[in-house]
Each structure stands twice: as C-alpha cells, then as structure tokens.
C-alpha cells in the first residue's frame, strides 16, 4: 500500500550546516499493517514521518501510494500535504479548547475543500466517536475530558477523513504509565477494527512491540533492522538493536572451537566457558559478543547436572522487586549478569546462587 525507497531528508541548520536526518529509508507497508519506526531521540523518525506526510521535502527518493507516487525525486513529482488525504496525530495534539468534542471532531470535515451535508457530518463524526468509545460526550466540552480521552480525540479527528493512511507520532507520550499502557490496547484494537494502514512513530520499546505487525528500528537517519516484533527482540541483528529492545546482557568472549556437526560454538568468557549457536562466519581465535536476556537467565539455589551447559556458580549481589518480576544482579567473578525471575526465588544477597542459560538464548556479534 505504501511503499518508501531510498528517501533522504536534510535540514540546513541556520549556520549553514547541513543535517542528514533520513539516510536511504526504505520499506513497504501493505494495506491494513501498523508499521513502527522506533529508535533514540534524533534518529529521524519525525523526519520520516514528515516526509511521508509532505510537510518536509525530501532530497532524493521515492513515495509511492498504492503505486501512485506522492513524492519521486526522478519525476519531479511533490503533492501537496492536503492532497495526500493522510491522517496525522502529532506528538503534542491539540484539542480545541473552546469547542465540543464533536465540534474538534467534525472540524476538518467542515474545513476541507469538499463539501459534506449536516446530516453526513453528524453520522460520520459519530461514527469515529463510537469507536473511540467517547460518542457519550460528544456535547461536552473538550476541555472537560481525561488526558486519555483527549488522545482518543486527536484520534477521532485523524480518522474522520476516512484517510488511506494514518500516521502517528509518539501519539501516547504526554499519557502518564498506566494510561499510556491502557491506550496502546485501544490504538491497537482500533487500528485492527478500522483495518487502517498505519506509520506509528516511538522511541518505546515495549509500545512497538506490543503495537506493531512490523518494526523497523532506527538509527542515525537509517534503518539499522526491520522485522516482526519477536524477529526484533529475540534475533537482533547488531549490539545497538539488542540493547535498545529491552534489557540484555552483554558478555565479552573469544571463539576457541568450532563444532560445525553441531551447530554449535564453544567460547571462552568473562564468566568462564560458553556454549553458543554458530551462525556461521565465525573463526576460532576471534572476540565476540554474547547477548542473552535476563528472562532466559534461569537461577536456582542448587548445584546443576554437570553435563548441561552454561552453568555458573555467583553471589547475589542486589535484587530488585518489579511486583510480577524480580531482578537480580548476580556476580560472577568480576562480572554482574542480570537475571529476571518469578519472585518465589528467596535467596538472600551476598548468598551463592547459580545460573543457567541454554545455547540457543544466547545471540553472538563480532567485536
Ligand atoms: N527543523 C529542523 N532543522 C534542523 N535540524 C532538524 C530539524 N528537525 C530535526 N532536525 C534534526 O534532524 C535529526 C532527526 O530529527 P527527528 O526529529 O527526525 O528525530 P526523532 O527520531 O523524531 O527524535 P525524537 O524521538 O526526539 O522525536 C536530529 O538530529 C534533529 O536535530
Ligand atoms: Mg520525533
């Protein structure tokens, strides 16, 4: 349905100093997919955004919408943002202070270039209403509505248009926790409803994951690795992907052989010998990174079988009670591995504890 290739968006800083903020951006979305563009602040994910929505004017590239280009940089072509007929919630929605909440939503219907009757308006605001769950208050003042409501409004009012493409930035970011945690479940639940084709721009992690069909993760302008959200999280194709989706540990080792029958590696660590799969393209005497998450770090207060692999003997060094999950940083030599469990383990700190990872957790990188 949308289809991106190869866009690069600059800005000229007022000293004359050229930004390169979408570096060679490209993918598709097919109709009816939330698409996620996710990464640290100031890796152009905006930049992106507005590009998509033609509030910013591209270098070079390709826009293509249902296989109409919006934007080519080869054709000369640019439409217009209002001709585009997207839906945009911005990072910082505004409501309309002095209008109702049908009034915020039927705005752009009675603003547009094509002209709606009374009774179309009113059927289709209520439409959109209803599926934002906020049709009971449509005569209340907008104002007089929860910080939630508000950003179902700056939905409802996205959406009125019935555009091809909705386009969110960080639409849930001025939400408290809970909220924010609460609404990530209606945008989802509306966006599979409404079947709508959607660009959802976070720096959150566990929003992406929870939201999208598809992430692609950002870096420094470009696209650094795209996937379904578990491809993301559990097979990370690089260091910064790995530490940016969630929490992981980090373990520095050198190969020392290669079991190519079984797939398998065996490294020595700073915690001691690694058993890890061989992804191929790794030789013996090179330095390595390990990755393994601290829900795959398994603890228990009793000596392992001694064929298992990945087993290693710590003290506890801190525990920290997250409610339906305990951390606990464990020392191993000098090394602190972040363990993530049910909080039925007891074992006190400074007592010794052992760990277990299985090879197949664990994701090796070059160093
Ligand atoms: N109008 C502008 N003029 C000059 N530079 C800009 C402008 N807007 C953004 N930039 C720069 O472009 C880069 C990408 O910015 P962008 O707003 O796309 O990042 P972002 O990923 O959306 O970040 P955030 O998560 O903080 O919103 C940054 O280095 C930023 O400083
Ligand atoms: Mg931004």
């Given at each position: 349905m949308l289809n991106v290739s190869g866009l690069f968006t600059e800005y000229v800083s007022d000293k004359g100093v050229v930004v390169q903020a979408a570096?060679?951006?490209?993918?598709?979305?097919?109709?009816?997919?939330?698409?996620?563009?996710?990464?640290?602040?100031?890796?152009?994910?905006?930049t992106t955004l507005r590009s998509i929505a033609g509030l910013e004017k591209p270098t070079h590239?390709?826009?293509?919408?249902?296989?109409?280009?919006v934007y080519s940089a080869q054709k000369g072509i640019f439409t217009p943002p209002n001709k585009r007929g997207?839906?945009?919630?911005?990072?910082?929605?505004?409501?309309?202070?002095?209008?109702?909440?049908?009034?915020n939503a039927s705005f752009p219907m009675e603003v547009g270039a094509k002209k709606y009757s009374p009774a179309e308006i009113k059927s289709r605001v209520m439409r959109v209403l209803e599926s934002v769950e906020l049709a009971q208050f449509h005569d209340r003042?907008?104002?007089?509505?929860?910080?939630?409501?508000?950003?179902?409004?700056?939905?409802a009012r996205a959406l009125v248009m019935e555009?091809?493409?909705?386009?969110?930035?960080?639409?849930?970011?001025?939400?408290?926790?809970?909220?924010?945690?609460?609404?990530?479940?209606?945008?989802?639940?509306?966006?599979?409803?409404?079947?709508?084709t959607t660009i959802y721009v976070t720096h959150d992690q566990s929003e992406a994951l929870a939201l999208s069909h598809e992430i692609a993760v950002m870096s420094s302008g470009r696209i650094v690795q795209r996937g379904t959200p578990r491809q993301i999280y559990e097979t990370p194709n690089s260091t910064f992907v790995a530490d940016f989706v969630g929490a992981i540990n980090f373990l520095d080792a050198t190969v020392k052989a290669i079991n190519p029958g079984e797939h398998s590696m065996v490294l020595d660590s700073e915690i001691g010998v690694i058993e890890t799969p061989n992804p191929e393209g790794f030789l013996v005497g090179e330095k390595v990174q390990v990755c393994v998450r601290p829900e795959n770090v398994h603890?228990?207060?009793?000596?392992?079988?001694?064929?298992h692999a990945n087993h290693y003997l710590g003290l506890v060094h801190l525990k920290i009670f997250l409610g339906e999950v305990l951390d606990f940083q464990v020392k191993i030599g000098g090394k602190l591995m972040l363990a993530r469990v049910h909080p039925h383990q007891k074992t006190p700190v400074d007592h010794p504890i052992y760990i277990h990872f299985d090879p197949s957790n664990c994701v090796v990188f070059k160093r």
């Open positions: 570096k060679d951006v490209s993918f598709e979305v097919p109709k009816g997919k939330l698409f996620t563009l996710l990464g640290p602040s100031g890796c152009g994910k905006t590239g390709l826009i293509e919408v249902n296989g109409q280009a997207f839906g945009m919630v911005f990072q910082s929605y505004a409501i309309w202070p002095h209008m109702t909440v049908f009034k003042d907008a104002t007089r509505l929860s910080g939630g409501q508000q950003q179902r409004l700056a939905l555009p091809q493409l909705l386009l969110l930035d960080e639409p849930l970011s001025n939400l408290d926790a809970k909220l924010r945690e609460k609404m990530r479940f209606e945008v989802k639940k509306i966006q599979r409803e409404l079947d709508i603890l228990s207060d009793e000596a392992p079988h001694l064929n």
